[in-house]
């Protein structure tokens, strides 16, 4: 499987298959293609040459309802979070349904909000539910996180991919983040695909390793096979 | 392991911004008024006889004039045309640059009295309708291509000032701040730390006003500057709706050369193609650079314009001349009064036209923005036609709008209001689309990849981010509509427009200097309203 | 590597010397264009003459502008001014430079200003003008001219038959033509005036359609009522068949003076006294069928003189068009 972006390749000869229940740890050095591989598992991104399944079908085949169906399934953690700053936190939540919401409930929502309680179950899992109607652009970069992670809580994907989902928290925000999506996993039957610059990170919440060095994946392993030292190895062979 | 998470916080109520839904509120009541100003909500207004009428107009679009003779009048008047734009549109941009620093906040600093001061001197250039500074300097200078040149440059001079002036305001103040504090100087600290994050906005500002420029430089032509606006103007009066179609066709190939530069400008300003290694300028802005000071060259030269007019005795002589008429402004009591009715009609025409344009906007921004990636030939399609007739819905400019809804409406406020709505909407939604262009797409790919259908993905992705800028746009464009309404005064919708054109007619200084007065008034007026609410917006 | 390292320590920049060259060559260009436009005529401000000579120029031949507004089919006319511009030049032996106008109030100001030395104007502008520039005079009219009507016309929904009086058209949605035209405007306001009808009483206050074609078009609409146009203009778009058939004639008014080209002092001092005179004398010498005739509508020019605008300029003071 391949990704080019113009003229470069992104992502070459990567062949890999997440099974049920699994939590994979991508990592490698800044440029190694982690967020492109995040991009290719969740169809905004297609395969210049190859194909990507996920949860069983193909991304690149399916059009209108059936992609959306699909893609309602699989829950992202973008790295810029990618979430709307003019919107009050519980609309960036609620975002997480909009898959399963009419036009017409989810315009409605805009101005009096649906389904605050489980918004709140969310929101306070992370630490946050005493700012639910608080402008999402007033927030603290990692407090924009945990509601990007919030979002996710009130989708319940099967799938799961972050990238550098914790990028902006303590230590024990970020166990407690990693926990959630875990449960995630674990609850929805499905796998996590999380790309992380912490090693440390990696082993302790991970099941599986995937070092990503220019585009080729240099390290395919499960996390209980390896050490730090392993994973440092990573980020040095630079070439 | 045992996570430590803050504890249980009472949830707070979904409070919403007072200031927000005051304005609102407010807003919706005025539209209301002035619907029932102008008897939308009481009696009948529309004229179903005159449909047919109407229909001349609009099937003469598909069959314009194109015989021979008259595409060589339209060739050589779309010169004279680019001329004036050009020129004017150079002068504009000068004295904004000129201007803007005259009355930015950067440079008065904590000093208010001094900057509401020059905000308000602006105020009196840029309350006046180009088309009036036209009939004002055809007193002064006669038959001289300045006129044309300095109609355009003038107000559009102060409103560049004014907008060049928040754009560099609005710049965050951390580069500049950071320099000065390590002992730059203020103008260079300016130059490094200001210009760099404003170059973008300011450059596709002076491309706009270029278009602007274009359709002013017809509005004048129908007061005798020549130009296309000449032409349509004789074909409007024997009412050749062929000929006049052809015109706005030439007139709409203008803005697009025009749209399309300035997208192509600033398209590269942001995405530049500069080798990291060398210091290259990229040969397309600089190409850009060099068109444009040939075309003002070429302008200067073509319409032969000379600066010794300018302080030539004769202009002194008329200066004198119609300053001895205009003064002392008519204040009587009557007229007074006239003149505050005409000013509430004014205000309604010109609510009912934002309100209208707004709407429009909004709806058709997102079909209109040309979308970046890969899309539909379809939607492509729909979005070319949309965009191609918000272009036109502009190209036509107010005066036959007003003639051609009068067709199917009955005589008052509303046609005048509808003519400048839906001009205003062409230009808004040119506006909205580039602004909704402009966003960024993430949030919503988001949505997308989450499996949100089309319509939440912009409900929640597009409309919350887009809502601000759209009613900047209106809300500037508000004051905009207030001077136009001058264009549509006549044909009984009334107004200032109207009772200007009445005193004009009669050559009845003393009343016109009371008329422009009022416009001016109203002008700062609303645009105070306007900076007040933008600012509950933000 | 070395040079780069040199720029980005903020050593010696070179600027591309394109650029430079390209910023001075701009900077040359329109200083060339300055000093060229010194020695050239503005495609706006004096129309191509005859001779190609210009306003300015010190030749030989003196020189004059002239400008029209006609009432009908001004585009025929401001598009074909080359016609009449070549034969009075040839006539006279002067340059004639024919300006683009088409606003009245600026054809005005412009005849005062001295901008415009020859107008063909109408019966109140022409007053107006002759007002606010001393020493200006009337010299010739169309045979039509002397004897000039206006035509009410109504839609045929109002069921009006024709007739004499007026007054029925009060209750009427009314449209007058342009502000400052006499027969579209300030003689059918004095004729409803005499009738007692207040010409500014209309239902929503009268309409300005900005043209006689535009009043034909309202009132066929049904926008307005009733109007009120030109005569001339009315036969000749009853005789060409571009009438709605909605529209009828309701009344023609009584005779009146109207339109007139008026000469201004100016060039008189410039041209001499006898200017005047051999205007009069070319235009009442035009042979029938000549081509300037035809482009303004008439069999022949007459000669007039100011006090045939006495009676306009009464009516304009009582309805406040001149002060």
Known sequence: MEVRFGGAAALTGIDLTVAAGERVAVIGPSGAGKSTLLALANGSVAPTAGTVQVLGAVPAALRGRALRQLRSRVGTVHQHLELVGQLRVVHNVNAGRLSSWSAGRAAWSLLRPQGVPEVLDALGAVGLADRVFERTDRLSGGQRQRVAVARLLVQRPELVLADEPASALDPVLTDRVLELLAGLVTEGGGGMVASLHDPALALRHCTRVVGLVAGRVVLDAPASALTLADLAGVYGARR | ?538 | MSRRRAVRSGGPLELPSTTRRGFLGGGAAVLAAALAACGRTSPVSSSVSSSGGTASSPGARGSLSIGAIPDQDPQVLQRLYGTVADSMSTALDLDVAYQPVTDYGAAVSLFRTGDLDLVWFGGLTGVQARLQTPGAEPIAQRDIDADFHSVFVVNTATGLAPSDDLTPLAPLRFSYGSETSTSGRLMPAWFLQQQGVDPQGFPGGPGFSGSHDATLALVAAGTYQAGVLNEQVWTSRAADGSVDPAVVRYARTPGYHDYHWLLGPGATDRLGEDLGDRLTGYFTGLPAGNDVLELFGAASFVATEAGNYDQIEEIGRQLGLVS
């Open chain 2, 1 to 538: 392991m045992t996570t430590v998470l803050p504890a249980p916080v009472a949830v707070p109520a979904l409070q919403r911004v007072r200031a927000r839904w005051a304005w609102g509120l407010g807003a919706v009541a005025v539209l209301a008024w002035s619907l029932v100003g102008a008897k939308l909500l009481s009696g009948n207004v529309v004229n179903p006889a005159g449909s047919a009428q109407f229909g001349r107009f609009a099937s003469a679009a598909l069959s314009p004039a194109l015989d021979r003779p008259f595409l060589g009048v339209l060739a050589s008047s779309v010169l004279i045309t680019v001329a004036y734009a050009a020129l004017g549109a150079a002068l504009a941009v000068a004295l904004g640059a000129l201007g803007a620093v005259a009355v930015a906040r950067t440079t008065w600093g904590r000093r208010r009295l001094g900057w509401a001061l020059s905000r308000g001197v602006l105020a009196v250039p840029r309350g006046l309708h180009e088309a009036v500074w036209g009939l004002l300097l055809v007193n002064l200078l006669g038959l001289d291509p300045w006129v044309g040149v300095l109609a355009i440059g003038i107000p559009y001079g102060a409103v560049t000032a004014k907008v060049f002036a928040d754009l560099v305001d609005e710049v965050p103040r951390g580069g500049q701040e950071a320099l000065l504090a390590t002992g730059v100087g203020r103008l260079p600290a300016a130059l490094y730390g200001l210009l760099p994050p404003a170059s973008g906005g300011l450059l596709a500002y002076s491309f706009y006003r270029l278009e602007c420029a274009i359709r002013s430089a017809v509005v004048l032509g129908l007061i005798g500057a020549g130009g296309l606006g000449y032409q349509l103007s004789l074909s409007f009066s024997a009412l050749r709706w062929d000929e006049v179609w052809s015109a706005v066709y030439a007139l709409s190939a203008l803005c697009v050369l025009a749209v399309v530069a300035g997208r192509a400008v600033r398209r590269r300003l942001a995405a530049p193609r500069s080798s990291a290694d060398r210091l290259r300028r990229d040969p397309a802005l600089t190409a850009a650079v060099l068109v444009t000071l040939a075309g003002v060259a070429w302008s200067w030269w073509y319409l032969a314009v000379s600066p010794a007019t300018l302080v030539s005795d004769r202009t002194g002589q008329q200066l004198a001349y119609v300053l001895r008429a205009a003064w002392p402004p008519d204040t009587d009591g009557p007229f007074l009064r006239e003149v505050g009715t005409a000013a509430v009609d004014t205000v309604q025409m010109s609510v009912i036209a934002i309100a209208l344009a707004t709407v429009g906007a909004v709806l058709l921004a997102g079909v209109a923005a040309s979308p970046a990636g890969r899309v539909s030939l379809p939607r492509r399609l729909a979005g070319i036609a949309v965009r191609l007739a918000l272009l036109v819905l502009r190209a036509v400019p107010p005066p036959v709008w007003a003639l051609v809804l009068l067709f199917v409406l009955l005589p008052g406020v509303l046609p005048g209001a509808l003519a400048l709505g839906v001009y205003t909407l062409g230009v808004l939604g040119r506006l909205a689309a580039e602004a909704t262009e402009e966003l960024d797409p993430r949030p919503r790919d988001a949505l997308a990849a989450l499996g949100a259908r089309p319509v939440a993905g912009w409900l929640y992705g597009v409309l919350p981010a887009a809502t601000g800028p759209v009613l900047a746009f209106a809300l500037y464009r508000w004051e905009v509509a207030i001077r136009d309404t001058v264009l549509v005064g006549l044909l009984g919708a009334g107004g200032l427009g109207a009772l200007l054109a009445s005193r004009l007619a009669r050559f009845d200084w003393g009343a016109v200097t009371t008329v422009l007065v009022a416009l001016v008034l109203l002008t700062v007026a609303v645009d105070l309203v306007s900076a007040r609410a933008r600012a509950a917006l933000r």
